[in-house]
Nanobody, 124 residues
Framework: QVHLVESGGGSVQAGGSLRLSCAASGYTFRSYCMGWFRQAPGKEREGVGIIDNEGSTSYAESVKGRFTISQDNAKNTLYLQMNSLKPEDTAMYYC??????????????????WGQGTQVTVSS
């Protein structure tokens, strides 16, 4: 059974950086599409970026050039490096798995497995 555990969230000032981690288990790592999502209070969950089984990535326009998704196969871990953080990046961040090798979308409803989330707070 797919199990995802996020870590690395915290509080940072605008312009700072954080790296989130998502430890995955229960399936062959890199065989499925994975994604990072975020949800701010009162807002819908939105896709931040996705990565397919070949390592191809795609990002939301709001984070393009600032956020980077990477994977460590030896550690079965997905990362989200976040630079130049802005107050509007404040949200609960989740990693998720779509049990398909290809990423068809960055819509949350396409992803069937979710971690518990890690909070990111950016102050101005």
């Amino acid at each position: 059974q797919v199990h995802l555990v996020e870590s690395g969230g915290g509080s940072v000032q605008a312009g700072g950086s954080l790296r989130l981690s998502c430890a995955a288990s229960g399936y062959t790592f890199r065989s499925y599409c994975m994604g990072w999502f975020r949800q701010a209070p009162g807002k819908e969950r939105e896709g931040v970026g996705i990565i397919d089984n070949e390592g191809s990535t795609s990002y939301a326009e709001s984070v393009k050039g600032r956020f980077t998704i990477s994977q460590d196969n030896a550690k079965n871990t997905l990362y989200l490096q976040m630079n130049s953080l802005k107050p509007e990046d404040t949200a609960m961040y989740y990693c998720a798995v779509d049990p398909s090798p290809v990423c068809y979308s960055d819509y949350a409803f396409d992803f069937g497995y979710w971690g518990q989330g890690t909070q990111v707070t950016v102050s101005s």
